[in-house]
């Protein structure tokens, strides 16, 4: 399927300016009249800031530039990438590039201002259950909506334990995006162990990466990166490493 992962990176590359602005409103939904903002001093970068790839060059009047833009598009334009060769034309393939965008939005907010937004997380654990209910049975997948639900549950389950035991590590905002990453991880599968498996795998996978890159930090004295870009790190392996059995 490379001509689908080629095109859906291409999707992701075009679409990339676009999350850009959806992380700027998101976050400060009192100015809705500008455009993509400087990071630095929050002023606007213009209607060329939209455009893929120019974006990538805009400075804000005040000469500022931020590698936040290109670093969004070309991780948008991977995760398109990832969803159009694991999926390729197929009936799952928009609801995974619609569901990697919403990571892509959370991802840098939670990076940025160390936040999991209500915003984003309920619609897209909502968007996502429609999905999943809506879709499945159509195109004879109804065995993916009981490991889909399953997954979700016990990935929600797992991180409110984490949240009350040590609330200072766990953030609640982690606990709220757990489901959604459950939900599609566990709806690639027809079997609700198989499922809970491949939630089990990504958990693993986002605590190894965490720990090696708070290592990493710590030695170079370095800020500390939330704990949810890890878990859709993990999510994403488990997703392009699975085989759908859907499709």
Known sequence: MPLVAALSALAGLVVGPL???AVDRAVDRERPEALLRCATCGRSLGRYSLV???AWFARCPAGHWSRRYPLVDLTAAL???IAGWRFG???QLGPYLVFFAALVVMCVIDVEHKLLLNILTYPTLLGGLFVVL???TPNDFAAGIAPALWAAGTY???FYVAHV???AGMGFGDVKLAPSLGLFIGWLSDDPIRGIQSMLSAVLIALVVGAVVGIVLT???KAEVPFGPFMVVGAVAVIATTTPAGI
């Open 156 to 158: 929600f389950g797992f």
């Open 79 to 81: 995760l398109f990438g």
């Open 219 to 221: 030695r170079n004295r």
């Open 165 to 167: 035991v040590y609330p």
């Open 89 to 91: 034309w197929t009936w």
């Open 19 to 21: 999350l850009g602005l």
């Open 52 to 54: 893929p790839v120019v």
């Open 134 to 136: 809506a879709l499945s």
